[in-house]
């Protein structure tokens, strides 16, 4: 497969249709999880996938008709296969030898829109994550009531303002951030260099703050969110969705 992008429908075409993109990077294989295929498509009960709950929680609860763009690598076309039309669906083909920097670089080549919305593929949130106020500052979400686990990203934050991410931080980044202006065109300078493509995306970020660029810590209150990276994880589910 190619990373050429597949289904883009008219609307989705008319910039002025559209007040951000959603990018999704789906490409790990989940060998944390010891799972037979892409993390993405583990199902979490019900015969429902995690990938396929994020995007009715997107379709729900998200205002402004985003286009959704989702980055596969590992069994990319199953992942695919899973896909309604009205997503834009997009390839890393070098996902055993690179990182979610490539996928999420991958992604920002798709997108036609100044204001970006990353969502990680392996999360299960509720409603409240997408809640985050869709304007002119870029912004990172962050869990302040222990639902991400221990070992994830934390957040160090002055105020409003994240200025760290890094292990061993109690406030935990809630691997969703928005981008636009600055942060943005950093963000794609950084992702689109191929030095870079081993980054994991805090680190991305810290790259992005440590260039001048800003970002708003979003601490939505009734928050419920979790990185799907073990069977424990699975465990929180129930009291997620």
Known sequence: MSNA????????????????????????????????GAKSLLQIGAGITILQLQLQMIQAHTTGHPRIIVVSGFEARKVMNYLPNYVVAVENEQYETTNVARSIGIGLRASTSDRVLIIHGDLVFNKYALTLPI???????????????????????????????????????????????????????????????????????????????????????????????????????????
């Open 135 to 241: 304007d002119n500052e870029s912004i990172l979400t962050v869990d302040t009531h222990g639902t991400m686990s221990e070992d994830e990203v934390g957040c160090n934050t002055n105020g409003s303002q994240v200025f760290q991410l890094g292990y061993d931080i109690e406030d935990k980044w809630a691997q969703i951030a928005f981008l636009t202006g600055r942060e943005l065109e950093l963000a794609k300078s950084i992702c689109w260099n191929p030095n870079n493509f081993q980054l994991f995306s805090f680190e991305v970020l810290n790259e992005i703050m440590h260039r001048g660029g800003k970002f708003k810590a979003y601490k939505p209150y009734k928050l419920k969110i979790n990185d799907i990276d073990s069977k424990q994880d699975l465990q929180s589910i129930g009291d997620i969705i």
């Open 5 to 36: 992008v597949r289904n883009i429908s008219p609307i989705c075409q008319k910039q002025h249709t559209q007040s951000y993109d959603i990018i999704i990077p789906a490409a790990g294989v989940g060998s944390r999880m010891k799972s037979q």
